[in-house]
């Protein structure tokens, strides 16, 4: 694919560095990719070096969050910030995680340090034969032995040192090859307080690691216990957290799992689709190419066509123009210069040439026209697919087309009214095409500035449906024209009557039946019984012998009435229209 959109690049990396590091996390720092140096555990549990924290960028959590002590996301940095009277804490950004720290009043020499990356770090070094490790008294030179007693790592010259010092010189000596097996040889952890004595004793109430000084001091009437009593109960807690937390650990590697499932489901039907847009435009493309290919060609044997027919036309012209010439100038010739008697020995011979030529009929204009054009709205198929473009050499003739339809000459007001004009070429042949400019006026006779609105449906055979409906009786003319000519039979005029008038008596057979044996009621058909019946009866006087209206005595029963108000009729008759 031409583009790949990443999402959340810079996160997604993060946290992929972070994943990738394998075991080299425990002793390099993510951010100098160096064996740490006094590395320091973070909130989120990443270790970095305390050097590679001092050099981020630290800023005022009060001012961002608006002195919100919530590490949440909600405090935008585009909120107003909160009047408070907090000091403003600082705070740094996790190199791995962007997770916000707040530093303690310390700074970065105040978090915790990470002991157990630094005995890793120590393992690693010894497996390199010690490559990396200086002295823990001189800081300079490479470390040769280790003391198992102060578990410090000395270089030769301060072993030497240490072993002459009395307080020492009982102290086990170790080389750094000898202590490959061990799995911990990092140094004691001493009191950040009392930097001279280890951190041996637990505050319980302070809920963290003291030194004998500090039991004594800042430390005193708390309650402690050696860190070897209490590290089962501490150990337990931190092992029940742990259960708790392993299950959602599991579930988030599943849901991750499912991510990937559905991330490379998503990649594969991202390429079938791609596929199959490719493969449809592919073919789409050959399609169009080869259907312009084929317009091409057709326009080709179009114009060899149309040259061939004025090519043959203009050589008979020029053979006639020759005989025509011919003729004239032997004529003229012989009358200005001949005698007498030439001219009448050669009036025979000359007399029937130039009657001949004068009987021969012949075109003054050519036999085809230029008319050729494309048509791209026109649809056609082409290997399948739905392709447009169309070569028309036809062209609408006016005086060719024809106006056709039941209500061409007869509307009623308030109905609509339809023809149909159907477009043929020079030759009467009718087109095959629409998009004609097809315009129709109507006009009432007595209204002539009133025209009726129009509306001509192109059929797209060459034929258009033209409908109207004309508001009130009377005359109308109407204009059909195309590209400002009228065509054959326009204008012409349209007789509108009035709406079509419905019957208001009964198709019935008989005014005995449809009156219920009534002896006063009329039918419109002049029908008598005997009896005193005034109206009609089947096979009695008068009757027509089919089914008809009582009002006029028509026979047709979708038929429009012809009884008028006007004429003189009998109350009964009246009242028999009613029934």
């Known amino acids: 694919m031409s583009e790949n959109r990443k999402p959340l690049p810079g996160f997604v990396n993060k946290l992929q560095d972070a994943s990738a590091s394998g075991s080299s996390g425990k002793t390099h720092c993510p951010s100098c990719l160096r064996l740490f140096k006094v590395p320091r555990l973070l909130p989120c549990l990443h270790t970095v070096c305390t050097s590679c924290l001092e050099r981020l960028d630290p800023f005022s959590v009060v001012d961002i969050r608006g002195g919100d002590s919530d590490t949440s996301s909600e405090g935008s940095i585009f909120q107003e910030p909160k009047s408070c009277s907090l000091k403003p804490q600082i705070g740094i950004l996790c190199p791995v995680c962007d997770a916000q720290v707040d530093l303690p009043l310390g700074g ?7 002991h157990l990356a630094m005995n890793d770090v120590m393992l690693e070094s010894l497996h390199g034969e010690g490559q990396g490790l200086v002295c823990d008294l001189c800081s ?3 470390v040769e032995k280790r003391c198992q007693t102060c578990k410090a790592n000395l270089c030769h010259f ?14 086990t000596m170790v080389d750094l090859k000898d202590l490959k097996g061990y799995s911990r040889v990092g140094k004691p952890i001493l009191c950040p307080s009392h930097p001279a004595e280890e951190l041996r004793l637990f505050c319980e109430l302070c809920d963290r690691p003291v030194c004998r000084d500090c039991v004594v001091g800042e430390h005193r009437e708390h309650p402690y216990d050696f860190t070897s ?14 259960r708790d937390t392993q299950p959602h650990v599991e579930a988030l590697e599943d849901a991750l799992a499912q991510i990937k499932s559905s991330n490379n489901a998503l990649q594969e039907r991202v390429e079938a689709v791609a596929a199959d847009v490719r493969t449809f435009s592919e073919g789409y493309i050959r399609a169009i ?12 044997d179009i114009r060899v066509q149309k040259e061939n027919s004025l090519q043959l036309q203009k050589a008979q012209l020029e053979q006639l123009l020759a ?3 011919t003729g004239v100038e032997f004529t003229e010739h012989l009358l200005t210069s001949g005698s007498d008697l030439e001219i009448l020995v050669t009036k025979g011979v000359v007399v029937e040439r130039l009657r001949k030529l004068n009987k021969v009929e012949y075109s003054a204009r050519p036999g085809v026209n230029h008319k050729i054009c494309f048509s791209p709205q026109e649809k056609a198929r082409c290997q399948g697919y739905e392709v447009y473009g169309a070569i028309n050499t036809q062209e609408v003739d006016p005086a060719q087309c024809v106006l056709q339809g039941e209500d061409l000459h007869r509307a009623r007001e308030k109905q609509t009214a339809s023809f149909t004009l159907v477009c043929k070429d020079a030759t009467g042949e009718s087109m095959s095409r629409g998009g004609d400019n097809v315009r129709v006026e109507v006009v009432p006779k007595n209204k002539k500035d009133s025209p009726i609105r129009t509306v001509v449906q192109d ?21 059909v024209g195309i590209r400002e000519q009228q065509v054959q039979g326009s204008p012409f005029n349209v007789t509108v009557r009035r709406k079509h008038r419905p019957h208001p008596g009964v198709f019935h057979c008989c005014t005995f039946c449809s009156s219920g044996g009534q002896k006063t009621a009329r039918c419109a058909c002049g029908g008598t019984m005997p009896g005193g019946y005034l109206g009609c009866g089947h096979g009695h006087k008068g009757h027509p012998g089919r089914p008809h209206w009582s009002c006029c005595g028509k026979f047709i029963e979708k038929s429009e009435c012809s009884y008028s108000t006007g004429q003189s009729a009998p109350r009964s008759l009246l009242r028999t229209v009613a029934l």
Request: net charge positive.
């Open 108 to 114: 970065v020499k105040a978090l915790t340090v990470d």
């Open 140 to 142: 300079d030179r490479e």
């Open 158 to 171: 301060c072993c030497q040192a240490h072993r002459r010092q009395k307080k020492t010189t009982d102290h």
């Open 229 to 242: 009593n209490v590290i089962h109960k501490h150990g337990d807690s931190v092992r029940e957290l742990l």
């Open 289 to 300: 190419e080869e259907h312009r290919d084929k317009l091409l060609r057709q326009l080709d």
């Open 323 to 325: 005989d025509m010439r």
């Open 459 to 479: 059929n797209k055979d060459g034929s258009y449906r033209v409908s109207y409906t004309p508001k009130e009786p009377g005359v109308y003319t109407v204009w």
